[in-house]
C-alpha cells in the first residue's frame, strides 16, 4: 500500500482532532490522516503505536485506524525494515513460552476440552491458575491443559506469515489431541487466537466462573476496574467481570475510562490524572497486570476471587518463567502423561 492508498482510507476523516485528545503519539505526529500523508511519519508511528483503538473508539466517522497501523506494521515487517532491537524481548518471551519444559499440552483421552491460560497469567498467578483449572475441572471433567503462547506480540509485531504459521501448529496439535474447545482466562490470548483463526470453539473462561457457586463474600469496599483494550466492544465480558467483582463483595466505581472508552495500559501514565495513577486498578488481563505494574497500583480479578493465593506483586520476567516452569512440573506429577 503507497501513501495514495493510504490516504484513501482517511478520505472520510473530519480533521476534528477528536482521536488526538486520546494520545501521546497524535499529539506529536497529528491526526492519522496526517500522519499517513506522510511517508517518513507513517513508518515512525508504526511501532510507537500499541493499536490500542482508543482513537478509533471516539473517531465520529469509525475510521479503522488500528487496521491501518496494522497494515504499515505488516509492510516494514515483509520488507526488513521493523525494530529488531525493540521487538527482541518480546520475540524471546514467546519463543520461550513455545519450547519445553515451558510447553506441555495434555489432554486424557477422550477429552475434547482444554483450558489455556496464557503465558502471563501462569508466570504471574500460578496458584491461581492452578485453583481455576482444579474448579473448572469439577464442571468439565477429564479437562486438559494447554501450557502454550498465543503469539498476539508476533502478531502485533506485523509477523504475518509467523503468526499463521504458530496458530496453524497450535490448531494442528489441538486435532491430534481431540480437543474441540479451548477456554481462556486472558482476553490478549483470546483475541490473537480468534483473529489467527484458531480452528476450535474458545471460550472464556469468566463466563463459565460466573455459573459457578460463589458465597464467599470476603471483600469490601470499592474497586476501579481496568478493562482490556482487546476488550473495548465486547459488552458481554465488561459485565461479566463486574458481576464477577460484585460477587467477591466489592462495589465496581463507575470511571470515563472504562468499556469501550477504556485506556491502554502503556499509556497509563498519559491516560491518568495523578490521583487516578494512585487508585489501585483491578485488570482481568495477565499482559495488562504486567504493564500497568509499571507505573499504577494493579491486582488481578483472580487475586480477589482466590483470595489472593499468589501475593500481590507482579513478578518480573526472569520470575514468571520460573513460575512457569514449576507449574507444568506440579501438573505434570499429579497427571503423568505422554503428552506432557
Ligand atoms: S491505536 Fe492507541 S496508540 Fe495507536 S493511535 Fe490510536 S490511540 Fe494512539
Ligand atoms: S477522530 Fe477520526 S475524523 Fe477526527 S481527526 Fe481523528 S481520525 Fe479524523
Known amino acids: 500500500m503507497n501513501t495514495a492508498e493510504f490516504s484513501a482510507l482517511f478520505e472520510s476523516c473530519k480533521g476534528c482532532d477528536t482521536c488526538r485528545d486520546a494520545c501521546a503519539l497524535l499529539q506529536r505526529e497529528g491526526n492519522p490522516a496526517e500522519i499517513f500523508a506522510d511517508v517518513e511519519k507513517a513508518r515512525r508511528s508504526a511501532y510507537e503505536c500499541t493499536l490500542c483503538g482508543r482513537c478509533e473508539a471516539l473517531c465520529p466517522p469509525k475510521l479503522e485506524i488500528v487496521e491501518a497501523f496494522r497494515i504499515s506494521r505488516r509492510m516494514l515487517y515483509s520488507q526488513g525494515k521493523h525494530p529488531r532491537l525493540r521487538l527482541m524481548g518480546g520475540q524471546l518471551y514467546q519463543w520461550l513460552g513455545k519450547v519445553r519444559p515451558l510447553k506441555a499440552h495434555f489432554a486424557p483421552k477422550g477429552s475434547k476440552v482444554a483450558f489455556f491460560p496464557g503465558c502471563n497469567l501462569s508466570g504471574s498467578r500460578p496458584e491461581a491458575v492452578w485453583r481455576l483449572w482444579s474448579e473448572l475441572e469439577k464442571v468439565s471433567p477429564g479437562l486438559g491443559l494447554v501450557f502454550d503462547c498465543c503469539m498476539v506480540l508476533q502478531r502485533d509485531s506485523g509477523d504475518e506469515v509467523g503468526f499463521a504459521r504458530s496458530i496453524t501448529e497450535l490448531g494442528r496439535s489441538l486435532k491430534a489431541m481431540g480437543v474441540e474447545t479451548l477456554i481462556s482466562a486472558c482476553p490478549s490470548c483470546n483475541s490473537a487466537l480468534e483473529t489467527g483463526g484458531l480452528e476450535v470453539e474458545l471460550k472464556s473462561a469468566f463466563d463459565l466462573i460466573d455459573a459457578m457457586p460463589f458465597d464467599a463474600k470476603v471483600g469490601k469496599g470499592t474497586i476501579r ?25 466489592h462495589r465496581v466505581e463507575n470511571h470515563t475510562l472504562e468499556g469501550d472508552k477504556t485506556f491502554c495500559c502503556s ?7 495523578a490521583q487516578e495513577a494512585e487508585t489501585p486498578y483491578i485488570t482481568y488481563c495477565g499482559g495488562c497486570l504486567q504493564t500497568l505494574s509499571k507505573g499504577v497500583s494493579v491486582r488481578h ?7 489472593s493465593p499468589d501475593g500481590e506483586e507482579v513478578p518480573g520476567m526472569a520470575r514468571r518463567l520460573v513460575n512457569r516452569f514449576k507449574l507444568v512440573r506440579r501438573f505434570k506429577a499429579r497427571r503423568p502423561s505422554p503428552d506432557l
Do not use: I, Q
Open 301 to 307: 480479578l483472580f487475586d480477589l476471587w482466590f483470595g
Open 267 to 273: 499509556h497509563a501514565a498519559f491516560s491518568l490524572t
Open 225 to 249: 476496574l481496568h478493562d482490556a483494550c482487546s476488550t473495548r466492544e465486547d459488552r458481554n465480558l465488561h459485565e461479566t467481570v463486574r458481576r464477577l467483582v460484585h460477587k467477591t463483595g
